[in-house]
């Protein structure tokens, strides 16, 4: 089965600066997709960013960019120029089809602060 | 706002119930995906339908179903309810592969 990881449960840093977010996964497919989604103290589920396994090139979304290493399977989260308002619960998720089906597999989650 | 609306919001009912949990997807978004998050579990998958057909299943307990109607809404059933059972529950939906965007979710109290 497919696993995705989060090695960082909780990660901290100064407004205005750069934090990145780790994320591994575990696959034996070549084409997947890959996602970053944020999660606020309201609960609600934000999707940040996504990222298909076949395309090489990092997928960028205004100050969030992500650094995929298909060999390495790992899919890590770059927020510049952080902002009070990014304070939340990051999930990183893994998704492959099968005939049609999807499910997305999630981490555990890191919790980002934010210090003004 | 997702454009995924959830009902109802909160909901708080006793062990050995059953209660119905609403989602009505995006416009024009034929899949639909359910998922709970709990403390000890995580996010976790239920189930995926599109247009009214189940496409995928993952940790559902027989104790729940769902069915996606004809004008794409769909519903989760939760019967014979147990305390650990208490979760929040998401709808998601979409149009393409590479992307969910979920509803707000509705937060299960079993007492």
């Known amino acids: 089965a497919q696993t995705v990881t989060q090695s960082q449960p909780e990660m901290s840093v100064q407004e205005a600066e750069t934090v990145t977010l780790s994320c591994t996964y575990d696959t034996s497919e070549s084409d997947y997709y890959l996602f970053w989604y944020k999660q606020p103290p309201s609960r609600q589920m934000i999707l940040v960013i996504r990222?298909?396994?076949?395309?090489?090139q990092n997928a960028t979304e205004n100050r969030f960019s992500v650094n995929f290493q298909k060999a390495a399977k790992s899919f890590s989260l770059k927020i510049s120029d952080s902002q009070l308002g990014d304070a939340a619960m990051y999930f990183c998720a893994y998704s492959e089809i099968i005939q049609g089906a999807q499910k997305l597999v999630f981490g555990q989650g890191t919790r980002l602060t934010i210090n003004p | 706002d997702s454009g995924v609306t959830q009902t109802p919001k909160h909901l708080i009912t006793a062990t050995g119930q059953r209660v119905t949990l609403r989602c009505s997807p995006r416009s024009g978004d034929l899949s639909v995906y359910w998922y709970q998050q709990s403390l000890d579990q995580g996010l976790q998958f239920l189930i995926q339908?599109?247009?009214?057909?189940?496409?995928a299943k993952g940790n559902i307990l027989e104790r729940f179903s769902a069915q996606q109607f004809p004008d794409l809404h769909s519903e989760l059933n939760l019967s014979s309810l147990e305390l650990g059972d208490s979760a929040l529950y998401f709808c998601a939906s979409s149009r393409s592969y590479n992307e969910q965007f979920f509803g707000p979710g509705t937060r299960l109290t079993v007492l």
């Open positions: 339908y599109y247009n009214g057909e189940e496409r």
């Open positions: 990222q298909e396994a076949y395309k090489q």
